[in-house]
Antibody, heavy 121, light 111 residues
Framework: QVQLVQSGAEVKKPGASVKVSCKAS????????MHWVRQAPGQGLEWMGR????????NYAQKFQGRVTMTRDTSISTAYMELSRLRSDDTAVYYC??????????????WGQGTLVTVSS | QSALTQPASVSGSPGQSITISCTGT?????????VSWYQQHPGKAPKLMIY???NRPSGVPDRFSGSKSGNTASLTISGLQAEDEADYYC???????????FGGGTKLTVL
């Protein structure tokens, strides 16, 4: 069965960087786009970007351009999301989500369990 | 401010039907049949309920249905059950550089 297992909670200081991992299993990792979505406490969902695990190509939301980097390691079926220059308003649960649409139509059928990133001095 | 507009809350009694709207533009909801709906219970990850406007993934009850007219998509839940109480988010592919946009979410209360 498809599973996305994310790394554990992080506490970071303002200005630091955080790197969250998402290990996929149960399907061909390189066959589906992987997206990252975040949710601030009590708020809605916000799309951050996606990576093509096959080519490594990325697309980022304009809001995060220059601060986010998405990478992957196909040998261990793991995607990564690194966010730099953290601010307090980056405090959120970060999710990885598989796009089941082969045309990249941003339909998320499987989600990781979420990783809470807390930014506090 | 979210890109797609949803009502903040809706409510209904068990057995009744409710509809949640999701309004966008011709660059997202109106331009593509790539509208999805997600259910999220507190402390849990979202769950896909409807994709490509009106398709249900395997395992989702047929009480859940989706539709679209112009720039507005809708999620209808018939025969409301207590376990349907959750937050619901719509999402759409968009032609902008930000490939996906979400609605602000709708809290469904089953009275």
């Amino acid at each position: 069965q498809v599973q996305l297992v994310q790394s554990g909670a992080e506490v970071k200081k303002p200005g630091a960087s955080v790197k969250v991992s998402c290990k996929a299993s149960g399907y061909t990792f390189t066959g589906y786009y992987m997206h990252w979505v975040r949710q601030a406490p009590g708020q809605g969902l916000e799309w951050m970007g996606r990576i093509n695990p096959n080519s490594g190509g990325t697309n980022y939301a304009q809001k995060f351009q220059g601060r986010v980097t998405m990478t992957r390691d196909t040998s261990i079926s793991t995607a990564y999301m690194e966010l730099s220059r953290l601010r307090s308003d980056d405090t959120a649960v970060y999710y990885c989500a598989r796009d089941f649409s082969l045309v990249g139509a941003t339909t998320f059928d499987y989600w990781g369990q979420g990783t809470l990133v807390t930014v506090s001095s | 401010q979210s890109a797609l507009t949803q009502p903040a809350s809706v409510s209904g009694s068990p057995g009744q039907s409710i509809t949640i709207s999701c309004t966008g533009t011709s660059s997202d909801v109106g331009g593509y049949n790539y509208v999805s709906w997600y259910q999220q219970h507190p402390g849990k990850a979202p769950k896909l309920m409807i994709y490509e406007v009106s398709n249900r993934p395997s395992g989702v009850p047929d009480r859940f249905s989706g539709s679209k007219s112009g720039n507005t998509a809708s999620l209808t839940i018939s025969g409301l059950q207590a376990e349907d109480e959750a937050d619901y988010y719509c999402s759409s592919y968009t032609s902008s550089s930000t490939l996906a946009v979400f609605g602000g979410g709708t809290k469904l209360t089953v009275l």
